[in-house]
């Protein structure tokens, strides 16, 4: 039969991995790499080091480009992955994490320990953006958390941005500062998987205050901040959206309209009274969140 | 015209710096690990270091607009601390491979003890099993006899004259180290070393096939616009522009291309997506540009 599954055992993340790289990377890369995978899995460290760092360069470094169908299978092995910016170097840097022996936990965290310390930057991304995918992931908490304190933006991103485990696996404090330094080092909001799910009245305090600091300097505020804060406007913030309102931007205003529209009190809709036509457009969902976003960072 | 400078000691380099280096034209460095100026205590000192060789400077430099590339080794002064340097061997393979790493290096003598040997030994075996090339530090004192002794080790070890720079050249040493088919560098570098006058006579009198010019630039009282300037005086006293060229650009793309790490099309065509997101990343520059308004110093070394 032409189109029989001879593999009849369920998909996983490395079995997805390993045949988008049929594809992806020549014969010469597709052997090098299960040669390595082979050596990795019966406990070869220097392999695993070496070939980490090899990998890009045996397979290639060009983007994966994975279809639609693709990247929805890929959502299906594992809710929330996203790996629609990853290239075949990572992809293969990921199967070999993958093949590190994970039965025993101790072992295996001093291996991708030693990967985390030694990673340069583009390894480090590989390594960040594979979190979701890793086994014993209880373990893995505090080095992405810590991966937050970089200053380097891409670094950052690859722990913040279609990467569904920090929703999953931080406590609320390391939740709320992630979208804190997201918005005082440019990082956009609205790629962060699960970032409507995580409000918390919490993060909305910090972010009133924030706000109400910027405002009083004069400075800008950044306009997806108040999509964290809309569900918890208190008298502050309200005060400082209706200004906004009135004196923002139009990408302002818009963020404004549609924090309001979020936070359902009768206050909140009654200064959304004062832009019936923005009130409407939301309405007909023209304005959203992701649009808002990526006219913010347009440039 | 472009440069690159293949040995320069970023780390120890100001923003400043690399502001002037990429006004003069130097669009590629390789920094090589190397030591600090006082011994390290603990391997861990070795690993940060190697760490922000491949990680952070890279970034750093990239935000001038200057591609940074290393080699990773263990220096020969601290060889010495034996315990120390087995720890130290026993981590390159988390260095190595790495994809800015264009060499093994720089290793080889300073006093040549039993320990330098075995550490450059090492080191050669873990070049040849990666094929990347080797750049060796000739030694301050005893300085014939040293590069003499490395090239012979290097010869035991198979590999192949072609695959290794000989760094630190003088009037003395680079007639052999040519003749046995090396790469010839030469230190621009006030005091001792190589200065740029010498450094045009030895262009004018070896030719400039095989040969390398860089600055070191580190912690010292050193240059880094040294090969700029060398450049400028060669072509000043009537060196063809070829020949200044391939001194201080194409020889190091050759000796280190031939790591597949080191390629012109790196710093030619940049990786879009990868630049600018260097630059929005920048955490060097706090909201600031590059100010390329800097002027450039024109005193040389003599």
């Given at each position: 039969?032409?189109?029989?599954?001879?593999?009849?055992?369920?998909?996983?993340?490395?079995?997805?991995?390993?045949?988008?790289?049929e594809?992806?990377?020549?014969?010469?890369?597709?052997?090098?790499?299960?040669?390595?995978?082979?050596?990795?899995?019966?406990?070869?460290?220097?392999?695993?080091?070496?070939?980490?760092g090899?990998?890009?360069?045996?397979?290639?470094?060009?983007?994966?480009?994975?279809s639609?169908?693709?990247?929805?299978?890929a959502?299906?092995?594992?809710?929330?992955?996203?790996p629609?910016?990853?290239?075949?170097?990572?992809?293969?840097?990921?199967?070999?994490l993958?093949?590190?022996?994970?039965?025993?936990?101790?072992?295996?965290?001093?291996?991708?320990?030693?990967?985390?310390n030694?990673a340069?930057?583009?390894?480090?991304?590989a390594?960040?953006?594979?979190?979701?995918?890793?086994?014993?992931?209880?373990?893995?908490?505090?080095?992405?958390?810590?991966?937050l304190?970089?200053?380097?933006?891409?670094?950052?991103?690859?722990?913040?941005?279609?990467?569904?485990?920090?929703?999953?696996?931080?406590?609320?404090?390391?939740?709320?500062?992630?979208?804190?330094?997201?918005?005082?080092?440019?990082?956009?909001?609205?790629p962060?998987?699960?970032?409507?799910?995580?409000v918390?009245?919490?993060?909305a305090?910090?972010?009133?205050?924030?706000?109400?600091?910027?405002?009083a300097?004069?400075?800008?505020?950044?306009?997806?901040l108040?999509?964290?804060?809309?569900?918890?406007?208190?008298e502050?913030?309200?005060?400082?959206?209706?200004?906004?309102?009135?004196?923002?931007?139009?990408?302002?205003?818009?963020?404004?309209?549609?924090?309001?529209?979020a936070?359902?009190?009768?206050?909140?809709?009654?200064i959304?009274?004062?832009?019936?036509?923005l009130?409407?457009?939301?309405?007909?969902?023209?304005?959203?969140?992701?649009?808002?976003?990526?006219?913010?960072?347009?440039n | 015209?472009?440069?690159?400078?293949?040995?320069?000691?970023?780390?120890?380099?100001?923003?400043?710096?690399?502001?002037?280096?990429a006004?003069?034209?130097?669009?590629?460095?390789?920094?090589?690990?190397?030591?600090?100026?006082?011994?390290?205590?603990?391997?861990?000192?070795?690993?940060?270091?190697f760490?922000?060789?491949v990680?952070?400077?890279?970034?750093?430099?990239?935000?001038?607009?200057?591609?940074?590339?290393?080699?990773?080794?263990?220096?020969?002064?601290?060889?010495?601390?034996?315990?120390?340097?087995?720890?130290?061997?026993?981590?390159?393979?988390?260095?190595?491979?790495?994809?800015?790493?264009?060499?093994?290096?720089?290793?080889?003598?300073?006093?040549?003890?039993?320990?330098?040997?075995?550490?450059?030994?090492?080191?050669?075996?873990?070049?040849?099993?990666?094929?990347l090339?080797?750049?060796?530090?000739?030694?301050?004192?005893?300085?014939?006899?040293?590069?003499?002794?490395?090239?012979?080790?290097?010869?035991?070890?198979?590999?192949?004259?072609?695959?290794?720079?000989?760094?630190?050249?003088n009037?003395?040493?680079?007639?052999?180290?040519?003749?046995?088919?090396?790469?010839?560098a030469?230190?621009?570098?006030?005091?001792?070393k190589?200065?740029?006058?010498?450094?045009?006579?030895i262009?004018?009198?070896?030719?400039?096939?095989?040969?390398?010019?860089?600055?070191?630039?580190?912690?010292?009282?050193?240059?880094?616009?040294?090969?700029?300037?060398?450049?400028?005086?060669?072509?000043g006293?009537?060196?063809?522009?070829?020949?200044?060229?391939?001194?201080?650009?194409?020889?190091?793309?050759?000796?280190?291309?031939?790591?597949?790490?080191?390629?012109?099309t790196d710093?030619?065509?940049?990786?879009?997506?990868?630049?600018?997101?260097?630059?929005?990343?920048?955490?060097?520059?706090?909201?600031?540009?590059?100010?390329?308004?800097?002027?450039?110093?024109?005193?040389?070394?003599?």
């Open positions: 039969m032409l189109f029989e599954n001879r593999d009849s055992t369920p998909p996983t993340p490395a079995k997805l991995l390993r045949g988008w790289l594809t992806a990377t020549d014969d010469e890369g597709l052997t090098w790499l299960d040669d390595r995978i082979a050596k990795v899995e019966s406990g070869d460290a220097a392999a695993l080091y070496l070939g980490f090899l990998a890009p360069r045996k397979v290639g470094k060009q983007p994966l480009e994975l639609t169908l693709q990247l929805d299978l959502k299906e092995v594992r809710s929330g992955w996203d629609s910016t990853w290239n075949v170097g990572q992809a293969a840097r990921t199967l070999l993958l093949s590190i022996p994970s039965e025993d936990p101790g072992p295996y965290f001093e291996h991708l320990e030693k990967l985390f030694a340069e930057l583009q390894e480090s991304v390594l960040f953006q594979a979190l979701p995918v890793l086994p014993h992931p209880e373990l893995l908490v505090d080095r992405a958390v810590d991966g304190r970089t200053n380097v933006l891409f670094i950052f991103s690859a722990i913040a941005h279609r990467n569904p485990f920090p929703e999953e696996y931080f406590s609320e404090a390391a939740w709320n500062q992630m979208v804190l330094k997201a918005l005082f080092i440019g990082a956009e909001l609205d962060m998987v699960g970032i409507d799910r995580r918390n009245p919490a993060l305090e910090m972010l009133i205050d924030y706000a109400h600091e910027r405002r300097a004069k400075r800008p505020i950044p306009v997806e108040w999509r964290m804060v809309g569900p918890f406007a208190d502050t913030a309200l005060e400082d959206m209706t200004a906004i309102l009135a004196e923002g931007t139009e990408l302002e205003q818009q963020a404004i309209a549609l924090a309001l529209a936070s359902a009190t009768d206050d909140a809709d009654e959304l009274r004062s832009k019936p036509q009130a409407a457009q939301i309405e007909q969902g023209a304005i959203t969140w992701s649009g808002i976003c990526d006219a913010a960072y347009a | 015209m472009r440069y690159i400078d293949p040995h320069i000691h970023c780390s120890s380099r100001s923003t400043d710096d690399y502001e002037r280096m006004e003069a034209g130097i669009v590629a460095v390789i920094e090589p690990a190397f030591w600090l100026g006082q011994p390290r205590t603990t391997a861990g000192a070795f690993h940060d270091y760490s922000s060789l990680g952070f400077e890279r970034f750093r430099a990239g935000q001038f607009g200057i591609k940074h590339y290393c080699t990773i080794g263990l220096n020969a002064k601290e060889a010495n601390n034996e315990r120390l340097a087995e720890e130290v061997l026993d981590m390159l393979p988390l260095f190595l491979a790495k994809d800015n790493v264009v060499a093994v290096g720089e290793i080889g003598f300073d006093d040549m003890t039993p320990a330098e040997e075995r550490a450059l030994r090492v080191q050669l075996d873990l070049a040849k099993e990666l094929e090339p080797v750049m060796i530090h000739t030694p301050h004192r005893n300085k014939k006899r040293g590069t003499y002794r490395s090239m012979d080790i290097i010869e035991e070890h198979g590999v192949p004259p072609h695959m290794v720079v000989i760094d630190h050249n009037e003395e040493t680079c007639k052999e180290v040519l003749d046995r088919g090396y790469w010839a030469f230190t621009i570098y006030p005091k001792t190589m200065g740029n006058q010498r450094m045009v006579e262009v004018k009198q070896y030719g400039s096939d095989r040969v390398i010019i860089d600055s070191s630039a580190d912690w010292g009282i050193s240059d880094p616009l040294a090969v700029t300037k060398t450049g400028n005086l060669m072509l006293q009537g060196i063809a522009e070829e020949d200044v060229q391939l001194t201080c650009y194409k020889n190091a793309i050759s000796a280190y291309n031939q790591s597949g790490q080191f390629n012109e710093w030619l065509n940049p990786e879009p997506v990868d630049e600018s997101k260097l630059f929005e990343g920048n955490s060097v520059l706090r909201g600031q540009r590059p100010d390329s308004s800097t002027p450039q110093e024109d005193g040389i070394i003599t």
